[in-house]
């Protein structure tokens, strides 16, 4: 089910929408418009109260038609109507020469008012950098190594200046390197070999090797009191292109992919954009989930449902709720087993891809300790016993077994080994939140 190389012919949807859910840490979400209001990309629509500062904005222009709210009130999706031609708000433009001398209160303050800032996250904790900080490194991962993960080659196709850009900007911000970290395995885009002002890193190695979290722990650990600063290749572009064009500007490439998809491809649209149009015709018959991101950790959304801010590629697999009389113990080769479990014999072919549906193949249960988690982490660090530590709710053990390293994405193989059939990535999220708001 991985996308072809081809971008496919699509019209844009009608509707797009900002999540804030996307970003961890809003406690206390404003919003600036209201449904009915017109909106240009890069209309401020929302500021938390706790960082009046950073402000999220309108990735496209047109009238909020809806404000949608979960449970006690949660605010979920700002919902806007799109142009059919796309008006942008004005910031201060720079030429290449204008951005090497640039001041790091002028990048801050452009980034903030422009609606990028939260492009950048801030580790540990992973929640949307604190402009009052200077973080000891910034690091950007150039692939992907999750399930299906798009072909960079083909979303940052044309970039390279805009990204350059970005990293220009970007070096205002921290004493220390830039980490552009690229596949020893796989052709990377020249725009990230070629780069300059940063120090590349070449990692080989299966999934999480593309995270970056993995990476910062083998090239500069996170240890109590340091603070480090991630961003996605995407929102490096976006800054890039803020300065040199003066405008917001969240027009992305996505991947539609998964089993079942009958042309899994790529789509020009923008972030947040409804998924309506690209599957329309697009699926085969049966009871289908839609996963915006990856299936390891991606968000479930309806068949109109919204991308999430950071995603490029959306999953289509199998919701796999029908029942399978004795399922887990008939022999067979055509399911996924990584404990090598009873009957199922596809270990004996390594290289066989599978359908892989949501079924958990069981209930939560006792936390059984099978030495499978060290097996799918490649980080020092005792994820059994740190799970362990925040269920306890233990904060000296929590540090001693490296909270400060990991965000829920770090462990989620972890969640999909897990015997136990754990939330695995859910009890990272309450661990760095009682470590940051105790």
Known sequence: GKA????????QPETFAYKPTSFHGILRPKLTVKEGDN??????????????????????????????????????????????????????????????????EEVVENLLTSGTWPNITQRPYGVIADPEETPKAIFISAFDSHPLAPDYNILFKGEDQYFQAGLDVLKKLT?????????????????????????????????????????????????????VWTLDPFGVIQIGKLFLEGKYDASKVVALAGSE?????????YAGASIKKMIENNIKDGHVRYVSGNVLTGEK???????????????????????????????????????????????????????????????PR????????????????????????????DFDDMEALGIYEVLEEDL????????????????????????QYS
């Open 4 to 11: 072809q190389s081809k971008i496919a012919e699509v019209e």
């Open 366 to 393: 006792a936390f059984v300790q099978t030495g499978v988690f060290e097996q799918v982490t490649p980080m020092d660090i005792y994820p059994t016993y740190l799970l362990k530590a925040i269920l306890a709710e």
């Open 261 to 269: 998809v009958q042309n899994p491809q790529y789509y020009k649209t």
């Open 301 to 363: 959304i309806a068949k109109d449902g919204h991308i999430g801010f950071r995603d490029n590629l959306v999953t289509v697999i199998p919701e796999g709720d029908e029942y399978e009389l004795l399922g887990w113990i008939k022999p067979t080769t055509d399911k996924l087993s990584f404990q090598r479990a009873f009957g199922l014999l596809s270990f004996l072919n390594p290289k066989k891809e599978f359908v892989v549906n949501t079924n958990t193949k069981g209930e």
């Open 175 to 227: 004493t220390g390197n830039i980490h552009l970290n690229v596949s020893a395995d796989t052709e990377s885009p020249a725009m990230f070999t070629n780069a300059n002002n940063v120090e590349v890193n070449k990692i080989s190695g299966k999934h999480p090797a593309g995270n970056v979290g993995v990476q910062i722990h083998h090239i500069d650990p996170i240890n109590k009191g340091d603070v």
């Open 39 to 104: 909106v240009k990309a890069g209309t401020t629509i929302l500021f938390d109260k706790k960082n009046e500062s950073v402000k999220h904005v309108a990735p496209v222009s047109g009238e909020v038609v809806e404000i949608r709210r979960g449970d006690k009130r949660k605010l979920l999706e700002i919902v806007i109507l799109a142009d059919k031609q796309m008006e942008y708000e004005s910031f201060k433009k720079y030429s290449v020469s204008d951005i090497a001398n640039v001041t790091r």
């Open 412 to 435: 989620a193989l972890c969640e999909f080994v897990d015997v136990s059939k754990h939330d695995v990535q859910a009890i990272v999220r309450e661990g760095l939140d009682l470590m």
